[in-house]
């Protein structure tokens, strides 16, 4: 079974710092692009920032200058460092993948981390 598994999540104050990573395993042939994703509490989820397999970047407006997305390929990992928090930023956290597994093709998703910035 191919899993997403995401940890440091967490509780930080406003200006902080937090560094989420997530992690693909399971039988997995190939890895595309990964990325973060972030549903508050009433709103959507929405795109943070994502990454391709060749390492190109893509940032949401409201993260770009604070937050950056890095993969390790050898490791089917990715990683959001999240500085200058600020409170807005309260979500959980969804780690997404395109994944070419033995028995499906597409979108992956972790459980998701909770991430709160106090005020």
């Known amino acids: 079974q191919v899993q997403l598994v995401e940890s440091g999540g967490g509780l930080v104050q406003a200006g902080g710092s937090l560094r989420l990573s997530c992690a693909a395993s399971?039988?997995?042939?190939?890895?595309?692009?990964m990325g973060w994703y972030r549903q508050a509490p009433g709103k959507q989820r929405e795109l943070v920032a994502a990454?391709?397999?060749?390492?190109?970047?893509n940032y949401a407006d409201f993260v770009k200058g604070r937050f950056t997305i890095s993969r390790d390929n050898d490791k089917n990992t990715v990683y959001l460092q999240m500085n200058s928090l600020k409170p807005e930023d309260t979500a959980v956290y969804y780690c997404?993948?395109?994944?070419?597994?033995?028995?499906?093709?597409?979108?992956?998703w972790g459980q998701g981390t909770q991430v709160t910035v106090s005020s």
């Open positions: 990454i391709t397999s060749g390492g190109s970047t």
């Open positions: 399971g039988s997995i042939f190939s890895v595309k692009a």
């Open positions: 997404n993948a395109d994944l070419s597994t033995w028995y499906r093709v597409g979108d992956f």
